[in-house]
Nanobody, 122 residues
């Protein structure tokens, strides 16, 4: 099983992008989005529980990003609005078997997709 992240690109400040994480066919509790900028650690962005759609966000993306899922398509999404230069990073999706109750570290996630680059130009 390999998660497939896509949808990244180059966008201007204030623009929008929607990332997709496909091939979610295995058993898991939640799917999360993380990002890693050059020279920085990978950080939590958002997560959603697959069964009941509980959502969690990092503070700096609340109100701008929306995570969602479509079980019929085995796909999760990250809608990103009002993008800022600080949002520039390689974005990863990942899944976890563990029950999560909020923003979580990378060590709680078991399966990772390849990253998709998001670049916000000023």
């Amino acid at each position: 099983v390999q998660l497939q992240a896509s949808g990244g690109g180059l966008v201007q400040v204030g623009g929008s992008l929607t990332l997709s994480c496909a091939n979610l066919r295995h058993a898991f509790y939640a799917v999360g989005w993380f990002r890693q900028a050059p020279g920085k650690e990978r950080e939590f962005v958002a997560a959603i529980s697959w069964r009941d759609s509980k959502k969690y966000y990092a503070e700096d993306v609340k109100g701008r990003f929306t995570i969602s899922r479509d079980p019929a398509k085995n796909t999760a999404y990250l809608q990103m609005n009002s993008l800022k230069p600080d949002d520039t990073a390689l974005y990863y999706c990942a899944t976890t078997f563990r029950r999560i109750f909020g923003p979580s570290g990378t060590d709680l996630y078991d399966m990772w997709g390849q990253g998709t680059q998001v670049t916000v130009s000023s």
